[in-house]
């Protein structure tokens, strides 16, 4: 037995046969392989073996051995490429003395050491490892090394401590944060969600699934919208709602987010819910405030033009009738009726309605309503604007007799004022149809009321101005004939003592006669004057249009003003083109227009030039009347063409005339369809422009009611 063969040990002088058990066996060539030598693991077969070597050598772990006192036995592993290490180049070199006593790694050497086995953590520079230490025992129970795993964990503690952040992250936002599996298993929610849900922990997920707190109509909108599209484009986001612990539903602003493998497959989703209910209770709020502005505009927008309407007429059958119309389009209502007060019958009569037939119509003009058959319902307007009208067998009598005559089912009605009372009545109502007037509706029946009595109460006005006028019209008329006719016979017996009829004059009854003569005349100018005004203002001024060729028209008026034109110190300048344009218009009043000026410009020119220059201009012709005269304060240029009116105040007066000149002459231009216009400087003189059309027409004569 000379040959020691596995099991046998060779001692000094004899040989000695040792018996071992299969586990004594194992024990001891492992420990026998903590030599010097690198390892070779025998696995019983080649193919095995090989396998487990290129797995230790090319995996990112470290295989280790130490011996009792801590020297490497074993270093190998891919892992050791981190640490600087070559595989082997620990062997024989003691860890305590590699690492410093501060090392982790030294105190989990001898912990491993001391017989514990355990698996702990150290970091190496830069890099995390996960060690596994396992203490090896010999026969006898004490620890014969140190077996040893170590795996580079530091992608996978990053990983972690990247995980526990954002775990922070989420735990610290307001929001719900949830996490679920392609299944809808909800496997995570931050506090904030777990609050909003109402649960207590993270325990009671364990059956939850993520559409189970919210209403029916959310779920359909996740499951049909929100899913599909995350999972077609990543991300959906949208307003859901959440029902909370209290059974609340809470408005939540949503986005469902899907993360995917690296191979394309749902991993899982998550999502985010913001509630939103002070937001909607802002919207609502705004939409509200919205709703109540859009009113409001709607409402002054319909006044307005109702008003527009109303107030672009001054003649009352014409506004009440527009009246009715607005009414019916503001208030959307059937047919709409003008009731006005006539006090000499005490009666309220029609006059004017909408959406009736001719026939109704002239039913119900015919009617007459007296005070005391509506006297319940002007008892309520003496107290409100605006009031309803149901005509039921509530109602009195009178007024569903009245309402059959219209054939209205619901009505209401508005007071017209004038000051305290209540000259007339708008109506408004349905027929052969239930209805109601809203809040809205009846904010536009009250301002009906009172832009209605103000357009009324505006024409009552103009009517009685317009009579007014009429009737001093009518008497300037009346008086100015009646001054005429004495006034003619002390001209013409002036005339007669001028012409020597009565005997010769001596040169001082000359002179007085010559001076009672242009007194005459002045007065005579006056009169007549006064006369185109009340013409003019009653409307009797008619217009004979026709050609009118222009040089022969200015050569009228130089004979005709011969007289001023002799004016010592001021001479006479005539621009006239050779061939103007023919004029139609009406020469008799253009020569009054342009003599008025010309007959200005001489009085108030006591010296230079004054000149008339003839301009085609802008589709028209332009007559210039320039003077070099005393000229007119800018203040006063505002007011010259308003009847009566002078340049100058009357105790300061030096020139004669009543200021009715330049008034006719803008009156008559009106007629024409003229435009004048006036440039002066004080002490430089004035310019007068008029400009006159190619062509005038007639103007429109104005309907009197």
Partial sequence: MGSNSKGHRPERGRARRVVTSPAQRHRRTTHGSLGGRRPRFRTGAGESQERLQAVVTSAPIVLFALDPSGVFTLSEGKGLEALGLRPGEAVGRSVFELLPAVSPVVAHVRRALAGETFVAEA???SLVFETRYLPVRMPGGEVGGIIGVSTDITERRRAQEARDRLIEILEATTDLVGIADTNGQAVYYNTAGRRMLGLADRGELGHLRIFEHQPPWAVDLVLNEGVPVALRDGVWSGETALVGADGREIPVSQVIIAHRRPDGAVEYCSTIARDISERKRIEGALNAKTGQLREEAEVAATLARVGKELISSLQTPAIVRRLCELTCEAL???????????REEAVYIPVASHGDSDERWETIRAMRVPASVAAGLLGRLEHDDVT???FDDTQEASIN????QFGVTFGICMALRRGGEIFAIQTAGYRGRPGIFNVRQERIARGIAQIGSLALDNARLVDELERASRLKSDFVATMSHELRTPLNAIMGYNDLLRAGEFGPLTVEQGEIARRVDKCARELLDLINATLDVSRLEAGRLPLDLRETHVPALIGEIDIETRELQDKLDVDFVWNV???????FTDPTKLKVVLKNLIGNAVKFTH???VSVDVVPCDGGMEFRVSDTGIGIDKQSVAIIFEPFRQAESAPNRRYGGVG???YIVRRLLDMLGGTITV?????RGSQFRVWVPLSAKPPARRKRP
Wanted: some cysteine.
């Fill in 660 to 662: 009715l000149g330049l």
């Fill in 607 to 609: 010296e230079g030039t």
């Fill in 401 to 404: 007799a009245l309402a059959r």
């Fill in 679 to 683: 440039e002066s400087e004080i002490g």
């Fill in 332 to 342: 959307g209502c059937d047919c709409s009726h003008s009731f006005i007060w006539q």
């Fill in 388 to 390: 309803e009208v149901v």
């Fill in 123 to 125: 970091e190496m520079g």
């Fill in 577 to 583: 083109p050779d061939a103007p344009p023919t004029l």
